[in-house]
């Protein structure tokens, strides 16, 4: 039994970049770099797919900060409940 290839993140976008240019097949390209044709098209799909997040970068990066703000208001709200609850708890 074989063991299963690992590819670099450079190695799938190169290969990806060439099967978006058109220049060649992609049983071509397959060949070339030694993979599988079907790969060579999902990694297309992923480039394609994943494009338009290059251009969001910076929005992420404020949308983590919120979300993570907002995660430490949730948790002082449930430390809050939690100590009420212990109060009732005691008080009945």
Known sequence: MSKRRTHSPEFK???????????????????N????????????????DGASELFTRGKKSTDKEESQAKEAELFQQ?????????????KS
């Open 33 to 48: 770099h030694g993979i599988h044709p079907i790969q060579v098209s999902q990694w297309k799909r992923q480039l394609l």
């Open 13 to 31: 976008a190169r290969v990806a970049m060439e099967a978006i240019s058109g220049r060649k097949t992609l049983q071509e390209i397959a060949a």
């Open 78 to 90: 449930i430390g809050k409940l939690q100590m009420e609850l212990e109060w009732l708890k005691k």
